[in-house]
């Protein structure tokens, strides 16, 4: 059992960066392959990004790459989603989740076994 709890969205405007925080309570953090999804209103939740438990493998949905970068530190059990380039369709709420293997790189998030809460990012034109 995981429990994860997103922070750092925001308000921001076109071209501007954030960065995403998920804190994970649980042992093993190492062994979950965690990832980032959002939603926007009105449509279904997709994927973002997804990082191994050790953090040498990493996956991104296409519309982020070079953009957006995952990573983790495993000794303080959180994930980051460092967002640069922020644009309007980037409008969605953020979610950390996390999948009890080492290695995964499916990205349904009807596969991945815990969320977090959620966390709002904005971004204005």
């Known amino acids: 059992q995981v429990q994860l709890v997103e922070s750092g969205g925001g308000l921001v405007q076109t071209g501007d960066s954030l960065r995403l925080s998920c804190a994970a309570s649980?042992?093993?953090?190492?062994?979950?392959?965690m990832g980032w999804f959002r939603q926007a209103l009105g449509k279904e939740r997709e994927f973002v990004a997804s990082?191994?438990?050790?953090?040498?493998?990493?996956y991104y949905e296409d519309f982020v790459k070079g953009r957006f970068t995952i990573s983790r530190d495993n000794a303080k059990n959180t994930v980051y989603l460092q967002m640069n380039s922020l644009e309007p369709e980037d409008t969605a709420t953020y979610y950390c989740?996390?999948?009890?293997?080492?290695?995964?790189?499916?990205?349904?998030?009807?596969?991945?076994?815990?969320w977090g809460q959620g966390t709002r990012v904005i971004v204005s034109s």
């Open positions: 989740a996390a999948k009890p293997y080492l290695i995964y790189s499916g990205t349904n998030y009807r596969q991945f076994d815990y």
């Open positions: 649980g042992r093993t953090f190492s062994a979950y392959t």
């Open positions: 990082i191994s438990g050790r953090g040498s493998m990493t």
